[in-house]
């Protein structure tokens, strides 16, 4: 939370306050220390003598060519992918279920352009975007993403909406001159919305595939960053050196598992017909 140096402890040198080193105990005689019980970060271990350093009791997963802790490395990798898959599932979610929708709802020009724009967009690759753009930043990345990838949620709404409108119900609704927004919260949102959520998992992990393949290839949404598709490249670059690989294979595995538990969950509350 903060950042020490060793002059706030009545050190002579304003240094970053390294708590393990015999001057840190030496600072900290009259104090006691909680440690965490695996004591790495995401900078490199300075102490380490040999980078590249197989898996021991220090480090369990060994070290990367700079004296990072890979299972460290892994663990953040992981976290960061996943969050920002998440992210950019929801917001494909949330764009292309309006536009399915709004498609569905009117019908007539108003699906025929909608429908246009699905197959324009759908046919520009993703991947091709990014690359045309070497310096990208996040926000034209993430923009970049949403723009090719809403596709999918789009043509599933507005099929479940067409076929929607046809029921009793919608066509009641509709001779009864019910507003629009009001039946699309009445009557379509608690029919889409467990159809959607059975798909987040599943789409999670193509956005989460594809995000990590474009790292491998060195093409990365935040290069500063852990990640895993790198990590793998790195294992490629140091074959030597099986436990990067093993690394992935636990950050892949812990966030399959989640993605499955997940949609899991999901598929309890669509309703059986």
């Known amino acids: ?105 009117y019908g007539g020009s108003v699906d025929i352009t909608i429908m246009w724009l699905k197959e324009l967009c759908r046919s520009v690759p993703f991947a091709f975007l990014v690359i045309l753009i070497p310096k990208h930043s996040f926000g034209l990345f993430m923009v970049l993403f949403t723009c090719t990838q809403w596709t999918k949620y789009a043509q599933l709404c507005r099929n479940k909406t067409y076929e929607l409108c046809h029921q009793p119900f919608m066509l009641d609704a509709s001779h009864n001159k019910m507003p629009l927004w009001q039946r699309y919260c009445q009557h379509i949102l608690p029919h889409l919305s467990p159809l959607c959520r059975s798909q987040i998992s599943y789409t999670w992990m193509n956005y989460l595939a594809m995000i990590e393949s ?27 050196a099986i436990w990067m690989m093993t690394a992935c294979a636990i950050g892949f595995g812990m966030v399959g598992c989640f993605a499955l538990y997940f949609s899991r969950q999901k598929e309890k509350d669509i309703p059986v017909p």
Request: proline share 8%; net charge negative; charged share 15%.
């Open 1 to 105: 939370m903060t950042q020490y140096l060793e002059t706030d402890f009545g050190g002579d040198v304003p240094l970053k306050m390294d708590y393990q080193s015999p001057e840190g105990n030496i600072l900290l005689k009259e104090a006691w220390v909680l440690n965490a019980p695996y004591p790495y970060g995401l900078s490199p271990d300075y102490k380490t003598p040999h980078h590249l350093e197989s898996p021991s009791k220090s480090h369990w997963l060994g070290t990367n060519d700079i004296g990072q802790d890979i299972l460290v490395y892994a663990l953040h990798a992981a976290v960061l992918s996943s969050l920002t898959s998440l992210i950019l599932t929801y917001l494909c979610l949330w764009s292309g279920s309006l536009l399915g929708v709004v498609a569905g709802l």
């Open 214 to 240: 474009l790292a491998y290839f060195d093409i990365r949404m935040y290069p500063d960053l852990p990640s895993l598709g790198f990590l793998i490249q790195q294992s490629k670059m140091h074959p030597q």
